[in-house]
């Protein structure tokens, strides 16, 4: 399947609003759309059924390993030469052992070739874990998500596991089963080092090879929060204190990137005690993404800029300076910077229209924002089918007109084409070392997300053996090569972030306490606002907004109230309680309104299904948005 693209592909333009990434006066024109060629990667053949032995001869002559109709896939970045990429895969109907061909089973990390070239064995893919003597892999971790080579191509990031080949290349002919280890990575987070440490996810290898980026989900005080951190890692041959007590990576000098001493997004004015500030400068790691390739800056989820809007940010690991990637209202989250740093590759719901009726309105201030983004963010997906599209963003962000450049938007949209809208693109886009191509993976969408109840019939898949996953590439065929500068190890300490203790409590997140406070526009107008806390005054209950000639911009103003309660019926799940009835005038006319008994949904932020009861509409320049149907 090969496609070319010299289409803009833009989506829903950011409007009236839209915040400039780059100092005023400073922003360059939006760049022209340019020619992407996108074509699909070869993976291993589909067996029959999971069931010992289906993976016959018949279907893989080479006998190494097939994969089910469910891959299991997961795409990560290239090696260094770029001339693959590693991708964790299921394999499935392996024979029983002794057969040499047993080893190809479960899941595996494998690389696959990216220029048409094919491994020793004669296949355009290698497994790198089969076969891997237990020995070797001691205390490994099951998970190999997100995989990711080190620069050095002798190591890959893979769950919470370092693969390594010894002297040898990862994509090596010498680098053989006997030769691959497999090491877990451990966070002590206990004082005297016992216990078999934090628990970590998301991990992102800074660009130096020695600093790892990580997350951790935190419960304090009954409440479900993520903070980030940056660690660097260390090698233990031999481990005294914790588990497992064999050789691993450790994590040492760990910084949480949160300050809770810091300035927050939204605070009380210290001159004016009956009056909010929101400060965009502020740093608000909330869930980190990844690293800049010159390893200056760490990109994140953040708060929000504009209300409902959840967008990713870049910040100084030194100065702590923030820009803002994206802008457009749609969501965002699995992002990937550019090797010369001039672009991001986003997987974003833009051109969907999935969260429109949350966030198509502009220039709205984030406050209601202090409860709602984890219940905002969760709209995003249907259980596990994602709404996401490859998008092409310059440096500066969405702005005016330009959304940016869908990466695949040429075909004609039927089924299997490369613009299939019910195949979604997943975490995370990579580009290759040169700068030239990137690499994602897209997932079909599958009951429960299609047929049955919901309204999306499901769709036949038309890939080999009628697999629901698929490995793309798409090449930029008009850019020269421009490789990522070689990065020196940094410093371990982050300036605006803390020192971690192991066994230290874990921080709150401040907020401005109960009160009645006025918001003044930063063109015109105010916002009256008043907060309610919880019972034991640990949390923000009730936020309620009235809007009176509100302008930041100068172009809109606001006008109408906007109230939501947030209560934690579960650890994960948000119950919100939404009246809206906003009026926006100006460059922009629109409306958010909630229908008369209020918008009331409830949502677990780890299975992502919608559920709701009453209405939330956003009208922009008579164009309506709505809210999906419930399990959609």
Not at 291 to 298: A, L, N, Q, R, T
Request: hydrophobic share 30%; aromatic share 6%.
């Amino acid at each position: 399947m090969v496609a070319s693209c010299s289409d803009s592909g833009s989506t829903t333009p950011p409007g009236p609003g839209a915040t400039p990434t780059a100092a005023a006066g400073a922003t360059p024109p939006a760049p022209k759309p340019e020619p992407i060629s996108v074509e699909e990667l070869p993976l291993p053949p589909v067996a029959g059924s999971t069931d010992a032995g289906s993976c016959t001869e018949a279907i893989n002559p080479h006998r190494t390993g097939c994969v089910g109709q469910s891959v299991g896939l997961q795409s990560g970045g290239f090696l260094p030469d770029g001339r693959s990429v590693v991708a964790r895969v299921t394999f499935v109907g392996a024979p029983a052992a002794p057969d040499p061909a047993s080893v190809y089973s479960g899941d595996q990390l494998i690389l696959v070739r990216t220029d048409g070239g094919k491994f020793p064995n004669g296949d355009a893919w290698k497994c790198v874990t089969c076969g891997v003597p237990e020995k070797n892999a001691a205390g490994r971790s099951p998970t190999l998500d997100y995989p990711q080579p080190f620069t050095d191509g002798k190591r890959i990031l893979a769950g919470t596991n370092i693969i390594d080949c010894d002297s040898h290349p990862i994509a090596d002919e010498a680098c053989t089963p006997e030769q691959t280890h497999i090491y877990p990575i451990h966070w002590n987070n206990t004082a005297d080092g016992s216990g078999k440490g934090g628990s970590i996810r998301e991990l992102r290898i800074h660009p130096d090879d020695v600093h790892l980026g990580f997350n951790s989900f935190t419960i304090a005080n009954g409440r479900f929060g993520q903070f980030a951190y940056l660690g660097r890692l260390a090698f233990n041959a031999t481990p005294t204190t914790g588990t497992p007590p064999t050789p691993r990576y450790d994590l040492t000098n760990v910084t949480r990137l949160f300050d809770p001493a810091d300035t927050q997004p939204v605070t009380v004015d210290p001159d004016h005690p009956d009056e909010l500030v929101y400060n965009r400068d502020a740093l608000s790691v909330g869930e980190l993404r990844g690293f800049s390739k010159d390893g200056k800056e760490v990109t994140y989820i953040g708060y929000p800029e504009e209300s409902s809007n959840i967008d990713v940010f870049a910040a100084d690991l030194t100065t702590g300076k923030v820009r803002r990637l994206t802008g457009h209202p749609e969501y965002v989250d699995p992002v990937d910077l550019s090797p010369d740093g001039g672009w991001t590759v986003a997987m974003d719901t833009r051109g969907s229209d999935r969260q429109m009726f949350l966030a198509g309105m502009r220039g709205i201030p984030p406050i209601t924002d202090l409860i709602t983004t984890s219940a905002t963010s969760s709209t995003r997906n249907n259980g596990p089918r994602r709404f996401f599209q490859p998008i092409l963003i310059d440096r500066y962000g969405d702005r005016g007109d330009y959304a940016g450049q869908q990466i695949n938007a040429e075909g004609d949209g039927s089924p299997g084409s490369v613009n299939d809208p019910n195949w979604n693109g997943m975490a995370d886009p990579k580009w290759s070392p040169d700068g030239t191509a990137i690499a994602y993976w897209q997932a079909l969408a599958v009951s429960p997300a299609c047929g049955g109840t919901n309204p999306l019939p499901c769709e036949t898949s038309t890939e080999p053996g009628g697999r629901t996953a698929r490995l793309m590439i798409a090449h930029l065929t008009s850019r020269k090569p421009s490789p990522a500068p070689k990065v020196a190890p940094i410093s371990d300490e982050v300036p605006w972030g803390v020192a971690y203790e192991p066994g230290s409590p874990i921080p709150t997140r401040p907020h401005p306490p109960a009160g009645t406070y006025t918001l003044r526009g930063a063109n015109h107008g105010t916002a009256k606002i008043e907060i309610t806390e919880t019972p034991d005054k640990i949390a923000i209950g009730t936020v309620s907004v009235t809007y009176t000639d509100y302008s930041d911009d100068g172009a809109t103003t606001l006008n109408g109230t906007e109230k939501v309660t947030v209560t934690i019926p579960a650890l994960t799940t948000s119950k919100v309680d939404w009246f809206s009835d906003l009026t926006q005038t100006g460059a922009t006319k629109a409306t958010k309104k909630t229908s008369p008994d209020g918008f009331h949904l409830t949502i677990d932020v780890l299975t992502n299904i919608f559920g709701a009861t009453g209405t939330l509409t956003t009208t922009i320049d008579g164009k309506t948005y709505r809210q999906p149907a419930n399990g959609m």
